[in-house]
């Protein structure tokens, strides 16, 4: 596996990279998900198929773009949370880069939950919306929102055992 990732990395990276820097705000960016994108391959578990090299690097470097984008404006968001703070309430830096990361890890193991089923979830336990509210605000039973907020825990406590 690492001899044909070794041949892929040969043959691709310079196009992989050429790719990545139209998409990424700058090189550095760009050479980190290409380097990554190898790494990924690297620990796949599942054979790799070299007929078609560029369409699987394009599925992972699309998934880390994406994934960069979305932490970006996570992050963007959060910062924005912290300087509305009134000054005695907001946390030393150390607990902010804390709170941050929680904030990542906790989107990362929601992602891939029907956007409902995160909305619910984000509704309920984040922003405090009673089960009630959030059936009234998203249109649908007490008894969804209670199976939606399940599936999300489940989601979190166990993504990382599937």
Same mark, same amino acid.
């Given at each position: 596996m690492a001899n044909l990732v070794e041949h892929l990395y040969q043959d691709h990276h310079q196009w992989l990279y050429q790719w990545l820097t139209k998409k990424m705000p700058n090189?550095?960016?760009a050479e980190d998900i290409a380097q990554d994108? %190898?790494?990924r391959l690297l620990k796949k578990k599942n054979p790799i198929d070299?007929?078609?090299p560029r369409a699987l690097l394009l599925t992972i470097a699309k998934g880390m773009v994406s994934n960069f984008y979305r932490h970006q404006k996570i992050e963007s968001s959060?910062?924005? %949370?912290?300087a509305s703070l009134p000054e005695e309430y907001a946390p030393d830096p150390a607990t902010q880069v804390m709170l941050l990361e929680a904030v990542i890890a906790l989107d990362q193991r929601l992602n891939g939950l029907k956007p409902m089923v995160k909305q619910a979830f984000l509704l309920t336990q984040l922003q405090g919306i009673s089960?009630?509210?959030t059936a009234k605000q998203l249109n649908i039973s007490i008894a969804t929102v209670q199976r939606y907020?399940?599936?999300a825990l489940h989601q979190c406590c166990f993504s990382d055992l599937l």
């Amino acid at each position: 596996m690492a001899n044909l990732v070794e041949h892929l990395y040969q043959d691709h990276h310079q196009w992989l990279y050429q790719w990545l820097t139209k998409k990424m705000p700058n090189q550095q960016f760009a050479e980190d998900i290409a380097q990554d994108t %190898f790494v990924r391959l690297l620990k796949k578990k599942n054979p790799i198929d070299p007929r078609e090299p560029r369409a699987l690097l394009l599925t992972i470097a699309k998934g880390m773009v994406s994934n960069f984008y979305r932490h970006q404006k996570i992050e963007s968001s959060y910062l924005e %949370f912290m300087a509305s703070l009134p000054e005695e309430y907001a946390p030393d830096p150390a607990t902010q880069v804390m709170l941050l990361e929680a904030v990542i890890a906790l989107d990362q193991r929601l992602n891939g939950l029907k956007p409902m089923v995160k909305q619910a979830f984000l509704l309920t336990q984040l922003q405090g919306i009673s089960q009630a509210e959030t059936a009234k605000q998203l249109n649908i039973s007490i008894a969804t929102v209670q199976r939606y907020i399940i599936q999300a825990l489940h989601q979190c406590c166990f993504s990382d055992l599937l």
